[in-house]
């Protein structure tokens, strides 16, 4: 047992250190990025018996770009299935003003995790259909991430990897790998700084993110949510 207790806090260390390091560096990176985006957040968090309900509001920018590139909000919920399980099912919508676009998007996912005293990892496997959009794909989205909590719980650091696959052509998408860490301002506020890699498919240009969300509280809300954008 002291062993595994060691073993934890090593690799909440490592994982806490490493979070840190890769978005202090890739911060420094983004003033030598081609495409440079800032993704602005805010998530909604409110519980109703066993059911954390979801609302997130997202806008994105482009410094070399006409704006706003990207808006969305919705509703998403998360059900308990087991212990370490949970289904989620939802409705986004997504406005692309600069392309005349719009999506609606119907998703539904299951997201396991495993957690410890030091870090927490999730596997989320989504599904979702883009209508009004292009082709209106499906799509399929599996999100690896890991979360380490410190300074007792006030401050946390993570890093994530996400890929895309279109099952309407049985292509891949992009994949979004992302790094950052936040605080808890208050009891039900929470402010999280990241960076973000997207990596689309088609030889496209890799475009570089930074990121910011602010969770809010309106009840009890999901120990870990899900990522709500399109």
Do not use: C
Not at 117 to 134: I, P, S
């Amino acid at each position: 047992m002291m062993l595994a207790q060691r073993a934890n806090r090593r690799f909440a260390a490592w994982a806490r250190s490493i979070g840190i390091v890769l978005l202090v560096a890739m911060q420094a990176d983004l003033a030598g990025a081609q495409d440079f985006q800032n993704w602005n957040e805010v998530d909604l968090t409110a519980s109703w018996k066993k059911v954390d309900f979801l609302a997130p509001l997202l806008a994105r920018t482009d410094a070399n770009k006409p704006n706003p590139q990207f808006a969305a909000t919705g509703v998403v919920a998360l059900v308990p299935l087991w212990r370490h399980v949970q289904l989620v099912g939802g409705y986004l919508f997504a406005d692309l003003p600069q392309r005349s676009q719009v999506a609606h998007v119907p998703l539904v996912a299951v997201a396991a995790s495993f957690k410890s005293r030091h870090f927490t990892a999730v596997e989320q496997n989504r599904f979702e259909k883009l209508f009004d959009y292009g082709s209106e794909p499906v799509r399929y989205r599996n999100l690896l991430l890991a979360d380490v909590p410190f300074r007792r719980g006030q401050w946390h650091s993570f890093v994530s990897n996400e890929i895309f696959f279109n099952l309407s052509n049985s292509s891949w998408n992009q994949n979004r790998f992302q790094a950052g860490a936040g605080r808890r301002l208050s009891p039900r506020l929470r402010l999280d700084l990241y960076y973000l890699q997207r990596n689309a498919g088609g030889g496209a240009v890799p475009a570089h993110v930074l990121g910011t969300l602010l969770s809010v509280r309106l009840t009890n809300s999901p120990l870990l949510r899900p990522p709500p954008d399109n």
